[in-house]
């Protein structure tokens, strides 16, 4: 009966998976926050790797872990307006180490000189990915889609202007999607673009900052109509959160506590949650 019992034992350890407890955000401003009070949010439960004092999107992450009972170790290595070529460049060193999970997030256009081409983004991404996976086989490395920038919607000289808001978003969305599928070691991409256009298609948020935000409706955009306002970055992360986790976002619930902190209603954190979560599962569908 004994080695009956520890037969079964060893076989639910082998069939169950591994949690992960690392994880390593990379990318700029759309990940540490800027133009929004996420920037310095809880900076110290975060390991900044560059040691310049920002807690950002990881920081909220490590929230929602410790909210969940999940127990993860959140670092990160950000650099404002830079794409994912400078850090395999330039911060090698840093990033050379053990990680379960590294999320790359890169430039808003994908490429600063052919906005929406996904080739330089891509052979960065799967630089990154062969230096993560050296030290970790097992490594999950995720891409993730960024939003629309309504400063490339609604005003004129850009590839997107004129176009319905989603655009932009549903653009590089599709080049991720691909980069993924042709990319070595990238698990897969995670459709904070999507969350947006969501939030934005239920009514939940504003569709164009330069016309004033509609009563009752959440602007995701900050002042510079480019990076995240703080509902912006919260829908963000809660995205992420839910993709790397599986953790259904809508259990933190209207009483999260970043959520307050960052000035948001229970309401408005629950609305957040729940597009968050609709997304996730239309895409794993």
Known sequence: MVRFLSGIAAVLLV???A???DILFVGNSFTFG???PVQQYRPDS???LNREGIGGVPALFRSFAEQAGLDWTVSLETSPGKDLA???ANKRAAIDRRWDVVILQGYSTLDADNPGDPTRHGIAAGQLAALVHARNRQAQVELVETWSRADLTYRPGSRWSGKPIAAMAND???ANRRVARTTRGISGTI???SAWNRAIATGVADANPYDGIDPGKLGLWADDHYHGSA???YLEALTIFGRVTRYDVRRLGAGERSAADLGLTGQQAAALQRIAWETLRRRNR
């Open 15 to 17: 069939a169950a998976p």
């Open 19 to 21: 949690a992960a407890r």
């Open 34 to 36: 800027a133009g929004a």
């Open 46 to 48: 975060v390991t900044d």
């Open 86 to 88: 400078f850090h395999y």
């Open 172 to 174: 590089l969305a599709a």
């Open 191 to 193: 459709p904070v673009g």
């Open 231 to 233: 509902a912006g970055y």
